[in-house]
């Protein structure tokens, strides 16, 4: 079985301040990783994903994240947080390529506040 | 243009009408999938297609039935609408192969059924 839990439902930042939402997975296996952004009244759309190698992942937007398997994380931050960053995220976990098989995460809403 | 379409974007029904909820992409792809999504439950997945004559089911397709008329299009139908099916419903696409396929999502039908 997989599970990914999004650790605060609700997350508030000050524009320019760091941003930082938390996932952390279960999975019996090596797991695929991956983090979409909600945007209101929008689809998901993929932020980044990490599949093998480099545990440092790049994402749109200037996000990153980083596959901690010691700490079965996979925490979403960018150094500095705009306005246009309220939105959505969510963190997925997969076995393997397959999208029939992605668990998603409850989501955390990022408000950032002027 | 959008390359994944949903129609309607909002609909409210009462219960015991059956419903359609229409999908269409534009990306050339053959994985085609429904979800639904609830607040503080992320997306659950409910059908998916690799083709037009592969369909299967998800996590919750209690309810629900599918038809891929073409490979651009993949309709979600609600037999007999009751009040807990009320969310918001995402389609879905995937292509490219192996590590490289990635998922595009539609722009979601919100659905009310009183």
């Known amino acids: 079985a997989q599970s990914v839990t999004q650790l605060g439902s609700h997350v508030s930042v000050s524009e320019g301040a760091l941003v930082l939402l938390r996932c952390n997975y279960s999975s019996s296996v090596p797991p695929y990783l991956f983090w979409y952004v909600q945007y209101p009244n929008q689809g998901l759309q993929l932020l980044l994903k990490y599949t093998t190698g480099a545990t440092l992942v790049k994402g749109i937007n200037g996000f990153e994240a980083e596959f901690k398997k010691s700490e079965t994380s996979f925490h979403l931050t960018k150094p500095s947080a705009h306005m246009s960053d309220a939105a959505e995220y969510f963190c997925?976990?997969?076995?393997?390529?397959?999208?029939?098989?992605?668990?998603f995460g409850t989501g955390t809403k990022l408000q950032v506040i002027p | 243009d959008a390359d994944v379409t949903q129609t309607p974007r909002n609909r409210i029904t009462k219960t015991g009408k059956r419903i359609m909820l229409e999908c269409s992409q534009t990306k050339g792809h053959d994985r085609m999938y429904w979800y639904r999504q609830d607040p503080g439950l992320g997306l659950r997945l409910i059908y998916y297609?690799?083709?037009?004559?592969?369909?299967n089911k998800g996590e919750i397709s209690d309810g629900y039935s599918v038809s891929r008329q073409a490979q651009a299009k993949f309709s979600l139908s609600l037999e007999s609408a009751i009040p807990n099916q009320t969310a918001l419903y995402f389609c879905?696409?995937?292509?490219?192969?192996?590590?490289?396929?990635?998922?595009?999502f539609g722009p979601g039908t919100r659905l009310l059924v009183l």
């Open positions: 297609s690799f083709d037009v004559k592969d369909i």
């Open positions: 997925a976990v997969t076995r393997s390529g397959g999208y029939q098989k992605v668990t």
């Open positions: 879905a696409t995937s292509g490219g192969q192996g590590l490289r396929e990635t998922q595009y």
